[in-house]
């Protein structure tokens, strides 16, 4: 399984959406925010130039767009 990442921020309904999904599943990834974190969020801002979240980093590799994300645990979580 590759490393992931989920970026996200509470107040963000695109964002609860995936982690309801994940936990529905019982699916334990590490979360980070780029609203609460300087850090992280020059960390998204590098991975994909902007600060739009949900973003799944799959080994680096930014994922946006919720439904994709949660299409990508879909067919990739075993
Ligand atoms: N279509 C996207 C919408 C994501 C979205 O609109 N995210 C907002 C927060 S709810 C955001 O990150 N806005 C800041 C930005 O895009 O820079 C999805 O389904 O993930």
């Given at each position: 399984m590759p490393e992931l990442v989920l970026y996200?921020?509470?107040w963000c309904p695109f964002c609860r959406k995936v982690t309801n999904y994940l936990k529905?599943?019982?699916i334990d990834i590490p979360l980070k925010?780029?609203?609460?974190?300087a850090a992280?969020?020059?960390?998204?801002?590098g991975m994909t130039?902007?600060?739009?979240v949900p973003c799944l980093s799959i080994?680096?590799?930014p994922l946006l767009e919720s439904d994709?994300?949660?299409?990508?645990?879909?067919?990739?979580?075993?």
């Open positions: 996200q921020s509470d529905n599943r019982n925010d780029p609203y609460a974190d992280t969020a020059s960390d998204l801002m130039g902007g600060r739009q080994d680096g590799v994709d994300i949660i299409r990508w645990f879909e067919d990739n979580w075993k």
